[in-house]
């Protein structure tokens, strides 16, 4: 029988894992301290576990994060990794250090199958979803690695390097709803990070069904990757959309708006020379989201090897935050971290078997509502 890697079991798994073994209650708390807040990956390490319980643990478990085959710092001091995942397949994982906080962004599957015309990651094609393992396994490596390698070095169960937490890596999160819930719950369980619900931001491109779920089993913050004013241009855009179009998204949001901890969904929106980035456009996107307390984050685009558009010019993208702002939206124009290693948004690549022959299947058409009327 295979080990059972308990970085992947959340509170309830964990204590049904160890209720199995025969162990009373409490360990299950021991371990997911010693696991999650220190990083422990042996159990010898565990010196208050008793040693008959290290020794059980031992024979039938383990702690185990994807193995790191790459490991890049940009000038900004962002650092990515590249994590091997098996079977072909690698994702990455990158950490972003500002003044007053420290977010990682976390992949949930070996590509994505949404196939967002502007996203390195969709270009690749789907190869599967990670396990619960593998996605707190990022978490995992990334908040004891930069702890040891803190100068000066960051001791102690309570102090973390990592304060916030995006599901924006690979993949699209709500896609793998079953993987990526105990992830969460782990993310947020105070004898494992500890974050606030506030500081784990969930972003998807448009699963309806999912934001609903996650509203009633876990509601972090949420990001929608809305990239277009209406259906015609985001069902190119966004493929999902033709599943999910604006109206059902939007009165998700509202739906979700109800639990969520703010009180704004941020609408994510890459800046496309011709493509989305007209004044008539920005307006069209006032009216769309006028029922729908939000915030806009602009992301200028981040070009990658194969991409066939072009991000809008920085002026450009002034002009459209400013019609935002002017309608009384708040709308930031995200800083571009880490191109210089490829760890932008939608640079994000890792290596991926495409199992579904997805990208080679849908080919590449060029986008055929490019409208500029301002
Ligand atoms: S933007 Fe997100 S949902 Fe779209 S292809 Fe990329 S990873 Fe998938």
């Not at 500002?98 to 590509?111: H, I, K, P, Y």
């Not at 969460?184 to 500081?199: K, P, T, V």
Request: aromatic share 6%; charged share 25%.
């Amino acid at each position: 029988m295979d080990a059972v890697n308990l970085l992947g079991l959340d509170r309830d798994a964990l204590d049904a894992y160890v209720a199995r073994l025969d162990e009373k209650p409490f360990r299950a708390r021991q371990l997911m301290r010693w696991i999650h807040r220190r990083g422990a990956a042996e159990f010898d390490a565990m010196s208050d576990l008793a040693k008959s319980l290290r020794t059980k643990l031992a024979g039938r478990a383990t702690i185990s994060a994807p193995a790191v085959i790459g490991d890049g710092v940009s000038s900004d001091g962002t650092r990515k990794w590249l994590l091997d995942v098996g079977r072909g397949d690698a994702i990455e994982t990158v950490f972003i250090p500002e003044d007053d906080r420290g977010t990682l962004c976390v992949s949930s599957q070996a590509g994505c199958a949404v196939n967002c015309v502007f996203c390195s990651t969709g270009k690749q094609g789907f190869s599967r979803n990670l396990t619960t393992a593998e996605i707190v396994g990022q978490l995992w490596w990334a908040e004891h690695t930069l702890r040891r390698d803190a100068v000066p070095a960051v001791s102690g169960e309570g102090e973390r390097i990592i304060s916030n937490v995006v599901m924006m890596g690979m993949g699209e999160p709500l896609q793998n709803y079953e993987a990526v819930l105990p992830a969460l719950r782990l993310m947020l369980d105070d004898d494992a990070y500890g974050l606030s619900r506030r500081r784990v931001t969930l972003s998807t491109s448009g699963m309806v069904p999912q934001i609903d779920r996650l509203a009633q089993d876990c509601p972090v913050a949420l990001a929608v990757s809305l990239h277009a004013p209406n259906d015609a241009l985001r069902d190119q855009l966004v493929p999902l959309n033709r599943k999910y179009p604006l109206r059902d998204l939007l009165a998700a949001c509202q739906r979700y708006l109800r639990v969520a901890p703010r009180d704004f969904i941020t609408f994510e929106y890459v800046m496309l020379d011709g493509i989305n980035d007209s004044d008539a456009q920005a307006r069209e996107l006032v009216a769309l989201v006028r029922d729908v307390p939000c915030k806009f984050n602009l992301i200028p685009f981040n070009p990658f090897p194969g991409a066939d558009v072009r991000g809008s010019a920085p002026a450009r993208i002034r002009a459209f935050a400013q019609t935002l702002i002017d309608a009384g939206i708040v709308a930031t124009t995200r800083k571009t971290r880490g191109d210089d290693i490829d760890a932008a948004c939608g640079q994000l690549a890792g290596e991926v078997r495409d199992r579904t022959r997805l990208a080679e299947r849908s080919g590449r058409r060029p986008i055929a509502v490019a409208v500029r009327t301002a």
